[in-house]
């Protein structure tokens, strides 16, 4: 009898090891929880960026007024007989002598 109860303790402490250390444990299921939601979350943000630059290609392809406003925005293109004026903040540009 005592020993089936030292080998059924030896089994039992055996499983306790594998649920909280070994491969498969408490722990790891916790780590790998934790990675997959911030992959999840990664993934949400990629999919948001995606489906901005989708629409924003749809946009390039679609009409001439993005390229326009693209142009103007970061080129700094002005169309024909325009006239350009740039305004400077004069207290702005006294701060950065300063």
Known sequence: MKFITVMLFTMLMLLQ???W??????TEVHHLQQEKQSILEENDSLKERNDSLA???LDLKQGLDAIEERARSEMGMIKKDETFYQLVDTQYLS???N
């Open 17 to 19: 090891y594998r649920l």
């Open 55 to 57: 629409a924003e290609v």
């Open 21 to 26: 250390i070994g491969n498969g444990s408490l």
């Open 95 to 97: 701060k950065q002598r």
